[in-house]
């Protein structure tokens, strides 16, 4: 089950492609529903430079209902084997430890929880006995309520303590240093200016923390930001639609990569795969 070793190493930051198999997501929920058109749309992730392909079946967008693990491990197991049998490095982007395990079997080396354990308190013993690498969350309940836990005094220094403890609770467990990455959780009971202050605290959390990932694509942050007219009595506007934030999320890849970001998590894969490129040759030439 899994592997021991580094999945993937390029020198620089990774990017992972999305691929959802869910009816529900904000962003292109339904449209990979059917396994073979989820694993078309991952090898043309792949084709497009994509390094890890993540497959998940449960939507986390705000207000989400979840759906049984019988569904999710029907969503994924096929997607996950068929990619593997490619070639492509798979994640599996689940919250339970039964779907990590039997994608892990499947083929997939990384195991993805948003929850950082805290949503299946089995996640760390299953990641310590495969040996996988995972990436750890930020994380403070459910998608149906998530909205309603998005109060900080201060969301950088929350955010360390809250994510290294589950870091810490993942090594506690068995599981080594090197298998674990840290993603801020952008979006998961965070409002707008909770992911602009982590995304401008990056460097700080790449300091504290090594590996990190970063999952800003299409988030909701970014369609308020690029938000169409004034709304009725000087409002914020219309949001921009998911699908119309991929230069600005092509943006925030080329930042993190300057920051010193593991990866990044993207929706659509060439100019965020063309962003980290030209940010690793910048770095490459300042020193």
Known sequence: MGSCEE???????????????????FSDGG??????????????????????????GESTRPGAARPSEAEELSRVLPVVRALAGHGVVVSVDT????????????????VNDVSGGLADPAMAALVASSGATC????????????????????VVAEVRAELGARLAAFEAAGV????????P???????????????AALPELVGAWGRVLVGASRKRFLGALLADG???????????????RDD???????????????????????????????AARWAEAAA
Do not use: C
């Open 7 to 25: 999945p993937v190493s390029t020198g620089r930051t990774l990017v992972w492609g999305v691929v959802n198999t869910t009816p529900d997501s």
């Open 31 to 56: 449209r990979h529903l059917r396994a073979p058109a989820a694993v078309e749309h991952g090898l043309a992730l792949v084709a497009q430079g994509a390094d890890v392909v993540d497959v998940g």
């Open 95 to 110: 919250m339970r430890s039964g779907v990590a395990a039997a994608a892990l079997e499947a083929g997939a080396s990384i």
């Open 135 to 154: 990436v750890v969350g930020h994380w403070r309940g459910h998608s149906a309520g998530m909205n309603d836990l998005a109060v900080y005094d201060d």
């Open 176 to 183: 080594r240093r090197d298998q674990l990455v840290a993603d």
């Open 185 to 199: 959780g952008l979006g998961f009971a965070k409002r707008a200016e909770h992911d602009w202050a982590l995304l």
């Open 230 to 244: 004034a709304g009725a009595g000087g409002g914020p506007g219309v949001p921009r639609p998911p699908e119309q």
């Open 248 to 278: 600005a999320t092509a943006a925030v890849t080329a930042l993190a990569a300057a920051a010193g970001a593991w990866g990044v998590r993207v929706h659509a894969v060439r100019a965020s795969a063309d962003a980290v490129r030209v």
